[in-house]
């Protein structure tokens, strides 16, 4: 059984450009969440998707959107990229069962570099 | 104030020591909490889930304090494989997870 997959590993992007990131649920799954950790920081919460819809949001600017397609898998997008927004990027997965979210896995993350 | 919040460390211990450290949260709603271990430039994984009775896993006991809104965690018997930075995680009354900035731990030989 494959874990949560995120492609690609590494990206070096140039201030200004925009990104796309992509993540694959764990098997069964049907919620992805995304977080940015910056250095020496804990995760920080972009947002989650839930039936292909956001079914919440941290406190990112617009810049950050997102998708979930109808077999969960999930992308991130961050336009009009800035040097702060180097980090790794962390999407998880978990399932929704009723009136419980069961443990989240995370995938290896996908590492941005801005320059 | 943040979310959650942790002694960053780092803890330094040789090898057979018991180490302990604690976060504490400012939700008084959260519902669930958690550490994950997080290795290196590695992702976040689940060690253990941490319930109002207190529980353990082997080497490794989580306690909760609601009335203080602190959680704690305590290692045994330090292994060298024990070193990594612990995040200490809350959900609240939604869907998110929120993470400490985690608690760095090192066993030496």
């Known amino acids: 059984d494959a874990g949560v997959t995120q492609s690609p590993t590494h990206l070096i992007k140039t201030r200004g450009q925009q990104v796309t990131l992509r993540c694959s649920p764990k098997s069964g799954h049907d919620t992805v969440s995304w977080y940015q950790q910056a250095l020496g920081q804990g995760p920080q919460f972009i947002f989650q998707y839930y039936e292909e819809e956001e079914r919440q949001r941290g406190n990112f600017p617009d810049r950050f959107s997102g998708h979930q397609f109808p077999n969960y898998s999930s992308e991130l997008n961050v336009n009009a990229l800035l040097l702060g927004d180097s980090a790794l990027y962390l999407c998880?997965?978990?399932?929704?069962?009723?009136?419980?979210?069961?443990?989240?896995?995370f995938g290896q993350g996908t590492r941005l570099t801005v320059v | 104030r943040k979310e959650v919040e942790q002694d960053p460390g780092p803890f330094n211990v040789p090898e057979g020591a018991t180490v302990a450290f604690n976060c504490t949260y400012s939700n008084s709603a959260s519902q669930s909490f958690f550490w994950y271990r997080q290795d290196c430039r590695k992702e976040p994984k689940l060690l253990m889930s941490?319930?109002?009775s207190g529980n353990e896993d082997g080497r490794f006991t989580a306690q909760l304090n609601r009335a203080s809104q602190y959680i704690s965690l305590l290692i045994r018997d330090s292994k060298l494989s024990d070193s990594a930075t612990y995040l200490c995680v809350v959900r609240g009354n939604d869907y998110k997870l929120s993470f400490g900035a985690g608690t760095t731990v090192t066993v030496r030989a």
């Open positions: 941490v319930y109002s």
């Open positions: 998880a997965s978990s399932l929704e069962e009723r009136d419980r979210v069961t443990e989240a896995f």
